[in-house]
């Protein structure tokens, strides 16, 4: 009995072991990025003014067409002018409805109407054009904002990908030297009891694990909020858990000229190609207010059929005719063109604050990303040297001719030093795919090549 009980135990242990393994997923960054870009609200949003500006687009162009308008009435009057025109329009009009008595009294009559309208805009002083170029001009603003919100969202991803991997490899590392250095200190406290050590080294040397261990907490912190930000990213819950499956390589470092790189964004980035077809669209706004001073001339007809009743026999009467409505006073025409103006010129003003941004933000990035490109050599031999120190006091250390002091903060200068590289490789990459964003180059084919460079 007692041995079933504990097979049973057993294996629903296993078994929990192995549903838990199964829901840490796999998680490569080709996929994240794929689930990021899917996710992403901005991207959809925008989307969806697209959506939006395709449909203003067609309302615009519903100008050029006719309209048709179908009716349908019923009146009862004892009205004689009205009972006067509805025998005319019936065709029931008769010659003893000239009795003065029956044109005075005519008794209630009822008629119903069926008719339809049609107008046809043969000139609407260019309002139907200047709205269709406006709306056109909308559209292809929409469409380059969605460009743009998709380029930020791969350069979101990529950042969180990229720093999630440099916080696990980190976190590698100071696990690592936090077991060699435990292993020291639990020796040098036998040999501090056994007085064959200063109590002050020893003691100087917890202090130094106390802030291997505080970085090993602090990095252990920003890994799960990490993790966190990757599923928010995602559209995940956020205490879902992933193994993230791809490395960091070391960079290589090509050199960047700012002013290519200007020149680039102001034929490429999205943005400014959205502003640009938002002044277009002003343009046409501006012409539109300007042309509402001149005439509009619509066709129109009229069919219609009255009846008394339903079933009884009617008469047909159509009306065609040609309509001129001209302004000739206009007290909001001044405003209306004023206003179209001055967002025109708002727009110009904001197509210049974006162009001197874009070339702030590359000249500033181009600077962080060459001084990053001159320090990582320096930041990897100082990783490496920190790595041989560690190598060459480990044995000193057995030997005596170092303290447990020495060794503890040869390795903290190693975890140190470890931290530093990794954080400026993370910073080159990171910097690499911002440039690519700032000149309007980045997409999911250079996406591809970045992360193949960085072993992704």
């Known amino acids: 009995?007692?041995?079933?009980?504990?097979?049973?135990?057993?294996?629903?242990?296993?078994?929990?072991?192995?549903?838990?393994?199964?829901?840490?997923?796999?998680?490569?960054?080709?996929?994240?990025?794929?689930?990021?870009?899917?996710?992403?609200?901005?991207?959809?949003?925008?989307?969806?003014?697209?959506?939006?500006?395709?449909?203003?687009?067609?309302?615009?162009?519903?100008?050029?067409?006719?309209s048709l308008d179908l009716s349908a009435g019923y009146k009862v009057s004892e009205d004689p002018?009205?009972?006067?025109?509805?025998?005319?329009?019936?065709?029931?009009?008769?010659?003893?409805?000239?009795?003065?008595?029956?044109?005075n009294t005519p008794g209630r009559h009822q008629d119903l109407a069926v008719g339809a309208h049609l107008e046809m805009p043969l000139f609407d002083a260019m309002q139907t054009i200047g709205r269709t170029r406006s709306a056109r001009a909308s559209v292809k603003a929409a469409q380059a904002e969605e460009a743009f919100t998709g380029m930020e969202a791969l350069l979101v991803a990529q950042d969180a990908y990229m720093n999630a991997l440099t916080l696990e490899k980190l976190s590698s590392v100071i696990n690592e030297v936090q077991k060699s250095a435990a292993d020291d200190l639990q020796k040098a406290?036998?040999?501090?009891?056994?007085?064959?050590?200063?109590?002050?080294?020893?003691?100087?040397?917890?202090?130094?694990?106390?802030?291997?261990?505080?970085?090993?907490?602090?990095?252990?912190?920003?890994?799960?909020?990490?993790?966190?930000?990757?599923?928010?990213?995602?559209?995940?819950?956020?205490?879902?858990?992933?193994?993230?499956?791809?490395?960091?390589?070391?960079?290589?470092?090509?050199?960047?000229?700012?002013?290519?790189?200007?020149?680039?964004?102001?034929?490429?980035?999205?943005?400014?190609?959205?502003?640009?077809?938002?002044?277009?669209?002003?343009?046409?706004?501006?012409?539109r207010a300007r042309s509402m001073a001149w005439p509009a001339l619509n066709a129109f007809g009229d069919v219609t059929n009255n009846r008394n009743k339903i079933d009884a026999p009617g008469g047909d009467n159509y009306t065609v005719g040609l309509k001129v409505d001209m302004p000739l006073f206009d007290p909001a025409y001044e405003g209306r063109v004023k206003a179209a103006k001055a967002l025109k010129g708002q727009l110009g003003y904001d197509r210049q604050h974006l162009q001197d941004t874009i070339k702030r933000d590359i000249v500033q990035e181009a600077?962080?990303?060459?001084?990053?490109?001159?320090?990582?050599?320096?930041l990897k031999g100082m990783r490496d040297d920190a790595r041989e120190a560690v190598d060459l006091v480990v044995p000193l250390y057995s030997e005596g001719r170092k303290s447990i002091a020495d060794l503890l903060e040869v390795r903290r200068v190693y975890v140190q030093t470890v931290q530093e590289y990794n954080k400026a490789m993370l910073g080159m990459w990171l910097s690499r795919a911002r440039l690519l964003f700032l000149s309007g180059q980045l997409n999911r084919d250079e996406m591809k090549k970045l992360a193949e460079g960085a072993g992704l």
């Open 367 to 378: 600077a962080r990303y060459d001084t990053l490109s001159d320090n990582i050599g320096v």
């Open 1 to 66: 009995m007692v041995s079933r009980l504990l097979m049973a135990v057993i294996i629903s242990i296993l078994l929990s072991a192995a549903a838990s393994a199964a829901e840490v997923a796999a998680l490569p960054f080709a996929v994240f990025t794929e689930n990021v870009v899917a996710y992403y609200p901005q991207l959809k949003a925008a989307h969806s003014h697209v959506e939006i500006a395709l449909a203003q687009e067609m309302q615009a162009k519903a100008g050029f067409w006719p």
């Open 189 to 287: 406290k036998d040999l501090k009891d056994k007085g064959m050590i200063l109590g002050a080294d020893y003691f100087s040397a917890r202090v130094m694990f106390g802030e291997l261990v505080r970085t090993r907490n602090e990095v252990a912190r920003q890994q799960k909020a990490m993790m966190a930000l990757l599923n928010i990213l995602m559209g995940e819950p956020v205490d879902r858990l992933w193994t993230l499956t791809d490395t960091i390589d070391d960079v290589k470092v090509p050199r960047n000229d700012p002013a290519m790189l200007i020149e680039q964004a102001f034929s490429r980035r999205p943005d400014l190609a959205a502003l640009e077809a938002r002044i277009k669209a002003s343009d046409a706004e501006v012409s």
């Open 81 to 103: 002018v009205d009972v006067f025109g509805m025998l005319l329009r019936q065709e029931r009009f008769t010659s003893s409805d000239f009795d003065l008595k029956r044109l």
